[in-house]
């Protein structure tokens, strides 16, 4: 089985490439957010021309990056959504109930600290991980069928 699998939220740490590592071998296709925080950031401003004020340089950057999460998340087949210790990511919950509203299988990856914070993004999701092994052995048991 092929599956296409997105890899939102935090973007300080390795955790996408440690289950793009561990899944070496099984046939997906992976996809997720611009990690380059300077490019998602200026995107809007690079494209349609600069702002003086703020708030409409970060909204021209977040709507373009909008469409491009939004036509990502409509075309995988699962969303893994990383939940961070140090950051907010308010987009990875975003991204969550966007695929949730979707119908879009939904593998959380969080520490255990974020279980209540997150109570409602883990009630939508399909599973829970605790490390991104435990995020590669679903996605292999997904792939194959097999543990």
Not at 29 to 50: E, L, Q
Request: hydrophobic residues 45%; glycine residues 8%; contains cysteine.
């Amino acid at each position: 089985m092929m599956l296409n699998v997105y890899l939102a939220g935090e973007i300080h740490s390795d955790w996408r490439d440690a289950i793009v590592a561990a899944c070496d071998g099984l046939d997906i296709d992976w996809s997720g957010p611009v990690t380059d925080h300077a490019a998602s950031d200026d995107c809007g401003v690079a494209i349609f021309g600069a702002e003086d004020d703020k708030f409409w340089h970060d909204r021209k950057g977040a709507l373009l990056n909008a469409v491009r999460t939004r036509t990502a998340l409509g075309r995988c087949d699962v969303l893994v959504v990383c939940f961070g210790e140090k950051y907010r990511q308010w987009n990875a919950a975003f991204d969550a109930g966007y695929a949730a509203a979707l119908g879009k299988p939904i593998i959380v990856l969080q520490p255990p600290e974020h279980d209540h914070a997150l109570k409602e993004v883990d009630a939508a999701a399909n599973a829970v991980a605790r490390t991104p092994d435990e995020v590669a052995r679903a996605l292999r048991y997904i792939v194959t069928g097999r543990l």
